[in-house]
Every structure is written in C-alpha cells, then in structure tokens.
C-alpha cells in the first residue's frame, strides 16, 4: 500500500521523471563486435558519428539497411546489414522437385525476374544435356530482350529519381507498362511470370503478344531517344553522376562485379558473347563498352544496352522459325548425379547457377549467383570519403535489386 | 588449354584437368588452394581473372568450396573444387587477398555452411541474424516440415545448436556423388572413390567413411 503510493509520488515527482529516461538508455547492453572489422568500424573516431540509412530508405531499391560512418558530410566508412528478404531459396529448391524451383528463384530479380526463373530451366538442361526446340528459345530470347528494356527504363529512371528528377520515372514506368502488357498477354503473368520451363516454354507468342509488340516496337526506339535527351542534357544530372563512383578496371575484376558496371569499365564480358547460351550466336549485336567507369557511363550503357536489344528483337522476329515450343521430357524428372554451371546475362550483370544433381528429382544443391550482391559489396569502397548525399547516386548507378541479393 | 592447365599446376590438382562440358574442373586440396588459384590468377597464360562465382557445397559426405573463374583470354570457365573439408571443421584458406570481393561470398559460405575461411577479416553472418546458431544449407539441417522425406525420426527442431561431436551422430539426409568429391574429410586421401564421378553405391550408404 505504502510502496504504491510511493511510487504515485514518484511519478509526480519531477525529479524522478527527469532521471528515468537515462536508466533505461542505460539498460541496453553495448554491442560486442565479432570480427575484428567490426570492432574497426565501431570504434568511433574524433568528430565522428553513426547514421542508419534505412533498412526502409527508398533509395535502397529494396530493405537494405546500411550504417553510415560519418564525419560532416563526408562517408568515412560504411556497414551494409542485409538479410531482410532472406527467404533461404537455395535451401527451399532443395526441397522442391526442379519444375518447382521455376517459381522459387522467379521472385529473385523482381524487376527483370523473366532473367532469374531461367536459372534453374538451364542448368537442368545442361544437366540433361538437352536440345531445346529452336522457336522455344528464339520466344526465350524475345521473352529476355524484352524484359531486359523494361528493366534498364526503369533503371533510367530510378536514377533520376534518387538524384531528384521525378519526371524520367515517369517514361520509365510508361516504357515498362507497355511491356509488362506485352508479357502480360504471353505469360499471363505481370511481374513474376513464370514462363520457362525445363525444354522450352509455357506456351507459343499468341495473336495479342504480337500485335502489341509490333505496335510498340514501331515507337520504341524514338521514345528511347526521347528519354536519354530528356537525361543526357540535364545538367544537374550530368553533374551529380560524370566523375562519380569511379570503378576502374581493376577494381570491378577484384569485386567480381559484372553487367553494365563491369562494362562501363572496358572489360566486354557479356555472357551473351564470352560465354554463348540459346540462341544468341546466331544474332548480330555489339557489346557496348565504355571507359569512363563513372555513375554517368553506366548511365549511357544502359541506353545503348537497350538500342541493341532493340535490334536483338528485331532479328528474332524475322529469324523465328515454326516449330513447337517444348521438348518432349518425362514429368517425373530424375536428373542423374552431375554438376554443371548456367549463366545467363541478366540486365544488372551475370546471374549464374551452380547446381549438383543427384539422381532424384529434387536439386542436391542450386547455388544461385546474384551480380546485384556483388555490384553491391564496391559500394563501401566506392563511397568512402564522398558526400552523404552522393551514397544515393552511387547506389542507384550500380542498381541493386535487394530480392536477389537477400536470396 | 587443358595441357597448359596441368603443366602449370602439376601435382597440385589431385586430377588432371577434365572437361565437362563447357567448363574445365579442376580438383584441389584446401592447403593447395591459395598457391593454386594465384598461378590461375597471375599467370600471362591464363589470367582467370574474373571469379564468376564462390560457393560452398556440403556434399554429406565432406565439404567443398567451389569457385568458378573466367579469362578474357579463353571462353571457358575454370571450376576449382577445395575438396575435402571436414563437415565438423570445415576449413580453407580466404581469398580476400587475392579477390576483396571475395568477402560477401565467403561470408555467405560462412553464414550457410560454417565453412571458416581463414584470413578474412569481418568472417561474420551476412544474411541470419547474429544470434542464430545453425547453419541452414548444410545437409544435416532438417526442414520442419519435411514430411516427405521419411518418418521424421531424424527430424531436429531447426534452432538446435549443433555440437560437433553430435554431427557424426545425426545421419545426414542426403548425398551426392554429382558433387564430385574426390578427397576424404582429412582433405588429403583419396577416400572417397576415384575418378571423378564415384560410383553412386560408394556414397548412398549415408554414412561418413571412418
């Protein structure tokens, strides 16, 4: 009775409420750190502080958190935390039969995803050492292309977007909406589609797909244009990315980064040329390569990236041969024990499996290679010593997508 | 390519150099590893400069950290394979100072398998938070509700922290000869079978050889 009438008081009383707060800061135990890297990086120096962006940050393209090491305005060092869409998908395929690993990596790369359901369809066919039906993987090759422009619209501009323009999202997500149409009509699918299959594809390019991409492919090229003017002139956008981020050629081998920051470096890997899968021998197309290695060169390879895509199209509509659009394979699908490699270029670099197969009809193992993981790690070394606010442009140039790095 | 790749390795790959389709595997011992992937690195005729990827195996038997590397000079990819860690400790040497990238990757290898990559310095959890105790892709850790796969007699709660002693004592669920282990769990002999795809019979007993 006493005591809780003692405590009413306390609480009125104004001293108390003042040093109550300080005892329950006091209550939380300081972080012990694990590695020596992290007692390194939580060691805070003369006029240094901590800022946490995110795990929720727009800018982060997905639920990142990355701890910021700062001093002023200047990044002195930083500590990505990831894992928040960790779903154990590598562990999950396990433990579905290899069609059901299809739908499990289609949510990887959810921007380009058409690029990561195609992992587990190669390297089963590698495995199996099948022939694909020729007009299967021509619609393959239209199916990536088209998702590929979808993807780098977006990029374009996501970009612009975390450096403050509002306007070339707009275009961006205008380009990508007649696509996701066009696929739409082909897959029935509008994000996660679905669409390989183990020998070939779910179903042949239908009267609507066509008819769709012809009508856009006639403005497409112009509305590219469009967008890279509306881009290339700015100049508050010009000097936000030229002399950015510089990834020397170097540095991006170390980093095992690949695509169009690999690229913007002078190495011309391409999957598609250093390592050929479909059809893709058969096409006349170029590697862009640039030199420059900044924020502004990954900017421009995009666009180039998507005017040869435009061509690759082009090329397939007029080269596709009749045919069906599956091999013929039992439904029960027992892969004798092997092992082999797949990769695929995807619009944000080499998305590659390792898969082990041991004569069941579940994968033994399906490691999964995301070149956003990768693209994502030179982040600390490219923003050490920049501005707090160049982070964002960096960031957004390399384009990670969190749904395949977190796996 | 293949006679270059054994002249300049030797007898620091276990086999000789074998081609599987369009990648040419090569099979090391872990205290080979580091001197192997430098000469694949350094070296003006192969200049595999580019790692494609890093990635551990548990192939129920033994572990494996395999490593995929590309060269502007060739279209093939080289897949290197540190055969033969030990599932209770699995130990290889980093490769952050010959690739900072490596980093992430063996990180993730880290988090996944409890692989311990010596060298790297911030070898922490990327992706389970830091209070987790399993390591969730290695063949011994049982989903809860694998109903498929058996009675379930097997079957541990998932947040089980495994004691190493008691590995030996868990059977382990699958196995694979398509992993290609080739070295035994001492990472020296050549346990398991020979040839580089065993006999399916060696391995599906379940059973770790003595």
Redesign the interface.
């Known amino acids: 009775m006493t005591a809780d009438r003692e405590q009413i008081r306390s609480l009125d009383d104004p001293e108390v409420m003042v040093q109550t707060p300080a005892t329950i800061y006091d209550a939380i135990p300081p972080l012990t750190p694990r590695t020596e890297r992290e007692a390194e990086f939580y060691e805070l120096g003369d006029g240094e502080m901590f800022v946490n962006l995110g795990p929720q940050h727009p800018s982060t393209h997905g639920v990142l958190r990355v701890v910021l090491k700062i001093d002023g305005e200047k990044i002195v060092d930083l500590d990505p935390v990831m894992g928040y869409l960790h779903r154990g998908v590598e562990k999950i395929c396990e433990y579905g039969d290899w069609h059901h690993a299809i739908s499990n990596t289609d949510p990887l790369e959810y921007a380009a995803s058409m690029f990561s359901e195609a992992l587990p369809v190669l390297s089963a066919e590698r495995l199996l050492d099948l022939e694909v039906p020729r007009r299967a993987d021509y619609i393959r090759v239209l199916a990536w292309e088209l998702n590929r422009i979808s993807s780098h619209a977006l990029f374009i501009g996501w970009l612009a977007l975390d450096l403050g323009g509002l306007t070339p999202i707009l275009y961006g997500f205008a380009e990508r909406d007649e696509i996701v149409e066009m696929l739409a009509a082909l897959t029935g699918q509008k994000l996660l589609f679905n669409y390989m299959r183990i020998g070939g594809v779910n179903g042949d390019v239908n009267h609507e797909f066509l008819s769709r991409l012809g009508d856009w492919m006639g403005r497409a090229a112009v509305r590219i244009n469009d967008q890279a003017t509306l881009m290339n002139e700015n100049e508050i956008f010009v000097n936000r990315t030229k002399g950015l981020g510089v990834v020397d050629r170097e540095m991006a081998l170390q980093y095992h980064m690949s695509g169009p920051p690999l690229r913007a470096t002078g190495v011309p890997y391409d999957v598609r040329r250093a390592h050929p899968y479909s059809v893709y021998p058969e096409l006349e197309f170029d590697i862009p390569v640039r030199t420059d290695g900044d924020s502004y060169a990954r900017y421009l390879l995009h666009i180039d990236e998507i005017k040869q895509s435009l061509r690759i199209i082009d090329q397939v509509l007029h080269q596709m041969p009749d045919g069906p659009v599956m091999a013929k394979l039992p439904r029960l699908l027992r892969i004798p024990p092997n092992r082999a490699f797949a990769a695929i270029e995807s619009p944000r670099g080499q998305y590659a499996a390792y898969a082990v197969s041991d004569g069941s009809d579940q994968p033994f193992r399906f490691r999964i290679h995301d070149p956003s993981f990768f693209n994502l790690q030179a982040v600390g070394p490219l923003t050490r010593g920049e501005l707090l606010a160049d982070i964002m442009a960096i960031m957004a140039s390399l384009d990670p997508i969190m749904g395949g790095i977190d796996k | 390519m293949l006679a270059t790749l054994d002249h300049r390795l030797g007898d620091r790959i276990v086999a000789p150099a074998e081609v ?4 040419i595997e090569l099979v090391v011992r872990p205290r080979d590893l580091t001197d192997v992937m430098r000469t694949l690195r350094d070296d003006g005729d192969l200049r595999f ?5 890093l ?1 551990g ?2 192939t129920g038997l033994t572990m494996q950290v ?1 490593y ?1 590397l ?1 060269s ?1 000079l060739s ?1 093939d ?1 080289v ?1 290197v394979i540190a055969d033969g860690l030990s599932r209770d400790d699995p130990r290889v040497p980093s490769m952050v100072h010959l ?7 063996e990180r993730e290898a880290y988090d ?1 398998f409890g692989i311990e990559f010596e060298g790297n ?10 209070d987790y105790l399993s390591f ?2 290695r063949k011994d ?1 049982a ?1 809860a509700d ?1 109903a498929s796969r058996g009675t379930g007699a097997g079957i541990r709660h998932q947040e089980h922290p495994i004691a190493p002693a008691e590995v030996r004592a868990q059977p382990v669920i ?7 282990a080739m070295l035994g769990p001492d990472g020296e002999s050549l346990a398991v079978s020979a040839g580089a ?1 065993p006999e ?1 019979a060696a391995v599906e007993s379940g059973e770790e050889p003595a």
């Open positions: 599987m389709g369009d990648t400069e580019l790692m494609a990827d990635c195996v548990d395999v995929h590309w502007p279209s990819w897949r690739w900072p990238g490596a980093e992430w990757a996944m310095r911030d070898l922490r959890r990327i992706y389970m938070p830091p969730p892709l850790f989903l694998d699958r196995t694979s000869a398509g992993a290609g795809n399916p």
